[in-house]
């Protein structure tokens, strides 16, 4: 990634962050506006990638008999599979766009956050200082290896919240690779984020929470259309 469009983004956004400290008197209150804001401006580019992760899900069966059908062709598969995907107008891709898309903001956010003077020293609820790890409890020793020798409660929720976003999503149990990141990828994030800048870690934990809410939305607006779209015979049932 351009470090000067990493840079650029970093600028704007921290302009942006010292307006809302400005009306709100409180740089923990303005991360959470400002992720906030940015949530509401990715989601409907977010929107149409679940809804494109949720047609993935429906056509599992068709591309099962392909498999099956071409397990010695792989060529062959390869091209029925593409067709399979063009003609259902969703593409394979579409599962990774909302990591994607939050990435230049979460690099713009750690270059901003990790050099931002004005965060030294502020508070906010239980942290005080959002330029540090939110070390609620000081150990008197350092786990050799993962370098941790504090009590950090804000990685901890953060990496809670990503997993229970993460159960949320439609089609995981039948997907043993999906299965393995919901663990793997907040594991990472744990050790990533456990020692830097509260600030950021709440930044991105905000982002899981609206993330939460936003999966919850999805899925219950799917599962309406669902239930319109169905025979009446089994709309009655259900």
Do not use: H
Not at 26 to 41: F, H, M, P, R
Not at 57 to 82: A, G, I
């Amino acid at each position: 990634m351009d470090p000067s469009i990493v840079f650029g983004l970093g600028n704007l956004l921290g302009w942006f962050l010292k307006v809302l400290y400005a009306a709100v008197k409180n740089y923990g209150v303005a991360i959470i506006i400002l992720t906030v804001i940015l949530k509401v401006l990715l989601a409907p580019l977010m929107m149409n990638s679940m809804k494109n992760s949720q047609k993935m899900q429906t056509l599992q069966p068709k591309l099962k008999e392909l498999q099956t059908k071409y397990k010695d062709k792989p060529e062959m598969l390869s091209q029925k599979t593409m067709e399979l995907y063009r003609k259902a107008g969703v593409s394979p891709m579409s599962g990774c766009l909302p990591m994607l898309l939050q990435m230049p903001f979460l690099f713009a956010m750690y270059q901003l956050l990790d050099r931002m003077f004005e965060l030294k020293g502020a508070s906010f609820l239980w942290i005080k200082d959002l330029a540090m790890p939110d070390a609620l409890i000081a150990f008197s020793f350092t786990i050799p290896l993962l370098n941790i020798s504090s009590l950090n409660i804000l990685p901890i929720i953060m990496v809670i919240s990503q997993v229970f976003q993460s159960l949320l999503t439609p089609g995981m149990d039948n997907n043993p690779q999906a299965k393995m990141m919901i663990w793997l990828m907040p594991l990472m994030f744990f050790f990533f984020f456990y020692n830097v800048s509260s600030g950021l870690v709440l930044y991105w934990t905000v982002m899981n929470l609206l993330g939460i809410i936003q999966q919850l939305f999805m899925n219950k607006t799917l599962a309406n259309a669902t239930v319109v779209d169905a025979p009446k015979g089994k709309r009655k049932n259900k």
